[in-house]
């Protein structure tokens, strides 16, 4: 019986693994992620970054990317542009990926100098699909990130500086077509 439940469990990964991709060539997405973030003693931050992409393979989609964020001290937008590899699917439904991004962004304070910087990050994140081309975004963290400025650069692997890793991830809505 154990050896029975052995195999039954080996084709089952194996079928999991070898489940098609949820893309095709030549698929275009828009996407958008919303994001709030709160800490005791630390302003509210709200955050929307809408997206487009087209898919040069099945597995490979390129596009731009913009970013809104706002907190009671500052007004922050860019534009960039991201890379995302499709690395496993679990069949129809549920698609992670990586994704390289490069971004400008510009922070508009309160008080003070407007600030100029650039972004490039790598993380990672996941779609499920609720229909065959509406599904639920997630990026799950920045596990790579680097900041410059005209003033300082910053870099960080991992979840740096968060306190709660559960907290870092955007969701939003992804639409094929």
Request: net charge positive; charged share 10%; glycine share 10%.
């Amino acid at each position: 019986m154990k050896k029975l439940l052995a195999v039954l469990a080996l084709v089952s990964l194996s079928v999991c693994t070898q489940a098609q991709n949820a893309f095709k060539k030549s698929d275009k997405i828009i996407e958008g992620t919303v994001s709030y973030s709160k800490s005791k003693g630390v302003d509210a931050t709200y955050g929307f970054n809408p997206s487009v992409g087209y898919f040069v393979t099945d597995k490979i989609a390129v596009g731009v990317v913009a970013n809104f964020s706002e907190n009671a001290s500052s007004k922050n937008s860019g534009f960039g542009a991201f890379g995302r590899y499709y690395f496993l699917s679990l069949g129809k439904n549920l698609s992670t990926f990586a994704q390289l991004g490069l971004a400008t962004n510009s922070a508009t304070p309160a008080v003070g100098d407007k600030v100029n910087s650039t972004n490039v990050n790598f993380g990672l994140g996941l779609n499920y699909f609720v229909t065959s081309k509406l599904a639920l975004t997630t990026n799950v963290a920045n596990l790579i990130n680097y900041t410059t400025s005209k003033s300082n650069s910053n870099f960080s692997i991992g979840f740096n500086g968060v306190t709660n890793p559960i907290s870092t991830p955007t969701f939003g809505l992804l639409y094929r077509f």
